[in-house]
Every structure is written in structure tokens, then in C-alpha cells.
């Protein structure tokens, strides 16, 4: 509501709140501040897991950041932006979620004291734009490059990534799976590394333990052959990879056929049968022995393919077949007619298993596979979920090194070191942007002071001795000793994580951090129910006394 010549003059509706100012802000911050502490006991491998119940009743149990955050309901839209900068970590480089929101959420608790001190948003947002900048540059001058035929130093990086998991026992036999992965779906594009995480396949299966993981050169298709008749081990495949059915099309109208005579019901079923006699000729003749059908198989025509001795499979998922063909070297063929033999993938074995209660079957020993599949075995389900979340992000921190091969020091030691340079670089910006600036230091010395407390260490302590330890020249690897008081060399230990986690961390921390400092007005439609509607305890309900994340 505003006011002309003392007369209300109504411009929004009538049961639309409003926060302005210093309100809305504490109310966003304080919001997206929530959604970080949720997340710091997670932190590290003395971090804990977190119990999620779904309304249906499923059970979650992790310490994975973009996990937890993916399944908790949130209503407020600050606390949905720290979400957001969650999964953006996850799908630019696939670690480092925990540490990001952490991250964020301390910026804004730092920029919480500095508007106390009636310093406007604006100075704090380019003194915290200025600051990662510079963090940013040390971060480039002070990784380390990594050879990716160096297997050690990849074990340690993958490592670094599992242990901090509940299936870290097993870290030493999972890493070396990944590495192997990863190296196989590599490729050259344009004169750059890829090495898309997608071309790896996770297949679970409860039963044996997490030892019994194995990387398949080839693929494990979640289906069985459509004949019992059929071969269920085939040595030196040939596979025909089809997106046509092998049916008989079915017309567009009805038609309605009179036949007089027994002869022609026999005529008529028999045209039928050579139609499809013929299709599958057409697949054998090429000299194929293994058919993945992403359509319908006839019954008449598994007859046939069981005949001729062709281990047959349909309704294969697309995103399947297109590992198929990048793992066989065939082609996906849409017309009958088109195929030929040099469509034809190979590989050294096809074989339907038992596993459990369900049959699948193994495409395994191809030549050079450009995908490959990751077969994971667990005695509980929980297990199998938490080692599928963990195997991805050690894909993607492998695949980070890949394609970026460089790597940090990990245990909070980079982040000291980061903090420490920003520091020294404050006085060089000067006036009040100069405290937003030694803010932004302040705020990287979250991620040791957060491990230093999951693992029950004495913070204050843990901090003297890091700061002690990086004033030195050769103290830029210290890092928190989780397992025993003190500091350790981080680069000694084995603990490692890539440059680019580390720089995607302070990117999204900024973004967001900016973005929720931004907003000086909140405006809520308390509309029931639909987008827009009851924010449950938003910037438009009361915050301070109850607020519904």
C-alpha cells in the first residue's frame, strides 16, 4: 500500500507480505545459513551420515551433500538457491557439494556482521568478487600437475574422495575400478581430453559383499534371452544392434479379411510366418549370433532366432544400446534392409546369468571398449545405494583429473593457504572493501575448522598449529590431522583432491552469496497452494520464531 496527497492508494493484493530491507535479507540469510549447518557434520571422513524418510517411507542413509539436499523438501527460495549451488557442483565436477554449501553459507554469516556494521551489500558483494579473483589465481599457481599414467597418485585421489564414505573399507579395490574406468572411456575431441562419466555404467545387485565389485569390459544389459530355446553362452559374438521391431507391422485402420475355406486361415497365417522368417534371415545372414532389440520381438520370430542358434534380447533401453555400440564398435541399425556385416559389434563372450533371482546378461572381453560397466555387489540395499553414489564421485573426480590434470593438497590445507593470501592481499584494496575482503579469508577457514570438529579436535589448537604451520615456507601442505591431534603434510598422507572442485567451490560459493545479498525486498503471495502460493513459514511468515525449511 502507498500513499498520494494522504489517500491509500492499493497496488498489490490484499493478502500479499512484504519484507523489506534489513528483514528480508536477515530472513533469506538466515534461511540459506540453515541449509549449511545441515550439511557440516557430513564434512570429512570423521563426518557423519544422515537418516532421510521419504512420506512413502524410504529410508536414505548418506553423507553425500547433493544427496542429502536432492532429498530433503525445502520451501524457502533462499534455501532452494543453496540447493541449486549443491547441484551445480555435482554436475560441473562432481565433488566438493558438502564444502560448497558450507562454503556459502559461511560468506553470508560473515556478510551478516559486516551489514551490522553499515556496510552496504554492494561493497560487500565486490570486495567478495575481488577476493575470489585473487583466490583463484593462488589456486592455479599452487596446484600440482598430475600424470595420468601415474597410478599412485590417481589411487590417492580417488581415495580422498571414498574416504570420507561408509564403504571406505573397500577404497583401495573401488579406486582402482574407477581408474581402470575411466581410462578406458577416454577420448580425444578437437584436440581435448573428454572422458564423460556417462559412458560408465553402474549396475547393482544385492548379494556376496562389496569386494565382489568388478569392472566389466563391456556392458551388463538388466534383461534375459525372450526364448528358453536360445543359446545362453556365445564365445566370439557378433551382435546386431536393431531399433526396428521384429514384428509384423500393424496397419493404421482396421481391415477386416473374409475367409471362406481352411486353406486360406492356413495361407494367411503362413504369409505371416515368412514374413518374419524373412526379417530374421535377413539378421542371420549377416553372420550375427547376438540380437539387442530396443522394439518387440514376435514369438514367431524368437522361434526362428532360436533356430538358428542367435541369443536374442528386447525392449533394451536407448541409452543401453548406445553403450552397446560404443562398447562393440557395431552400429545401431533403424531398417532391416540396411544391415550389413560391418554393422555387426563383437566381443569375446555373451552370457545370460543368474544373479539372485533375476537372470542378466553379460556383453564382456571386448576389444576397446569406449564403455564400459561397473557391476556392484552388496549384502544390503542401503550399501548398494551409498557404494553407487560413492563409485560417482570418484568417477568424476578421475574424470576432473582427466580432463583438468591438476590436484590440491586436501585436509583444509588449501584453504588456509588461500585464506592466507587473501589476507595479504586486503590491504591492497582498501576502504571498506578491504573488510569484505579479509571476511572472504575469514570464511575459507570453515572447511578446517569444520574438520577439526567432526573429528572432536580442540578447534582453537587445531587452528594455532595450522596457521603456525603455514607461516612457515614450507608449510603450505598442513592440513588437519583428523585421526590424531596436530597437523599433518597433506601431500605426504595421500590427500589429494583436483584444482577444479576446489575452484568450482568458490565460484558457486560467490554466486550465490551475491545473489541472496542482493535481494532487499521480498514480496509473498500467500495464495493457496499453487506456485506462488503458502511459502509455509517464507520471507512472508514469521521467520525468527518458526521457520519451515
Do not use: W
Amino acid at each position: 500500500m502507498a500513499y498520494m496527497g494522504g489517500q491509500p492508494v492499493i497496488v498489490l493484493k490484499e493478502d500479499t507480505e512484504r519484507r523489506r530491507d534489513r528483514d528480508a535479507r536477515r530472513s533469506n540469510m538466515m534461511a540459506a545459513q540453515v541449509i549449511s549447518e545441515v550439511l557440516k557434520t557430513t564434512l570429512g571422513p570423521r563426518g557423519m551420515d544422515k537418516m532421510l524418510i521419504d512420506s512413502l517411507g524410504d529410508i536414505t542413509i548418506t553423507s553425500d551433500g547433493a544427496t542429502v539436499l536432492d532429498e530433503i523438501d525445502v520451501q524457502h527460495p533462499a534455501a532452494k538457491m543453496m540447493i541449486e549451488v549443491a547441484k551445480t557442483q555435482d554436475d560441473e565436477v562432481g565433488d566438493g557439494t558438502t564444502t560448497a554449501v558450507i562454503f556459502a553459507g559461511e560468506l553470508l554469516s560473515k556478510a551478516e556482521e559486516l551489514l551490522e556494521e553499515n556496510i552496504h551489500p554492494s561493497l560487500i558483494i565486490s570486495g567478495y568478487q575481488k577476493a575470489a579473483e585473487k583466490a583463484l589465481e593462488v589456486l592455479a599457481e599452487a596446484s600440482i600437475d598430475v600424470d595420468m599414467e601415474d597410478m599412485e597418485t590417481l589411487m590417492k585421489l580417488s581415495n580422498t574422495s571414498i574416504r570420507s564414505k561408509t564403504v571406505s573399507s573397500e577404497r583401495d579395490h573401488l579406486s582402482k575400478i574407477v581408474i581402470d574406468a575411466i581410462k578406458q572411456i577416454i577420448e580425444e575431441r578437437d584436440g581435448k581430453i573428454i572422458a564423460d562419466v556417462d559412458n560408465v555404467q553402474i549396475v547393482k545387485k544385492e548379494g556376496q559383499g562389496l569386494e565382489q565389485t568388478q569392472l566389466i569390459l563391456g556392458l551388463v544389459i538388466d534383461k534375459e534371452a525372450v526364448h528358453a530355446g536360445m543359446p545362453k553362452k556365445i564365445k566370439e559374438a557378433k551382435i546386431a544392434l536393431l531399433d526396428a521391431a521384429l514384428e509384423v507391422k500393424k496397419t493404421e485402420i482396421d481391415a477386416e479379411i473374409r475367409i471362406t475355406n481352411p486353406d486360406s486361415i492356413k495361407k494367411f497365417l503362413d504369409s505371416e510366418s515368412d514374413m518374419l522368417k524373412k526379417k530374421v534371415d535377413q539378421v542371420v545372414e549377416t553372420g550375427a549370433n547376438v540380437v539387442f532389440c530396443q522394439k518387440g520381438i514376435d514369438d514367431v520370430a524368437q522361434h526362428f532366432l532360436a533356430k538358428a542358434g542367435v541369443l536374442a534380447v528386447r525392449r533394451v533401453k536407448k541409452s543401453d544400446m548406445e553403450k552397446l555400440a560404443k562398447a562393440t564398435g557395431g552400429k545401431t541399425v533403424n531398417n532391416l534392409v540396411d544391415l550389413t556385416k560391418e554393422d555387426l559389434g563383437s566381443c569375446g563372450l555373451v552370457e545370460e546369468r543368474k544373479i539372485g533371482d533375476d537372470r542378466m546378461v553379460f556383453v564382456e572381453e571386448c576389444s576397446d571398449p569406449r564403455s564400459v560397466a561397473i557391476f556392484v555387489r552388496a549384502g544390503l540395499e542401503r550399501m548398494l545405494d551409498e557404494a553407487e553414489r560413492s563409485l560417482n564421485d570418484a568417477l568424476y573426480v578421475i574424470s576432473d583429473i582427466a580432463e583438468t590434470p591438476k590436484m590440491v593438497a586436501g585436509g583444509g590445507s588449501i584453504e588456509l593457504e588461500l585464506a592466507k593470501a587473501v589476507r595479504d592481499y586486503a590491504p591492497q584494496v582498501g576502504g571498506r572493501e578491504q573488510l569484505a575482503v579479509e571476511a572472504f579469508a575469514d570464511a575459507l577457514e570453515i572447511v578446517p575448522r569444520t574438520l577439526a570438529i567432526n573429528a572432536g579436535l580442540d578447534i582453537l589448537d587445531t587452528m594455532v598449529d595450522m596457521k603456525a604451520a603455514h607461516a612457515k615456507s614450507d608449510g603450505a601442505y598442513m592440513g588437519v590431522n583428523v585421526y590424531d591431534e596436530g597437523v599433518v603434510d597433506m601431500l605426504q598422507e595421500g590427500v589429494v583432491e583436483p584444482m577444479v572442485v576446489k575452484q568450482q567451490v568458490i565460484k558457486s560459493g560467490v554466486e550465490v552469496a551475491s545473489m541472496i545479498l542482493r535481494i532487499d525486498d521480498v514480496i509473498a503471495a500467500k495464495s493457496g497452494g499453487g506456485p506462488g502460493g503458502d511459502m509455509g513459514g517464507g520471507p512472508g511468515g514469521d521467520m525468527d520464531e518458526d521457520m519451515d525449511l
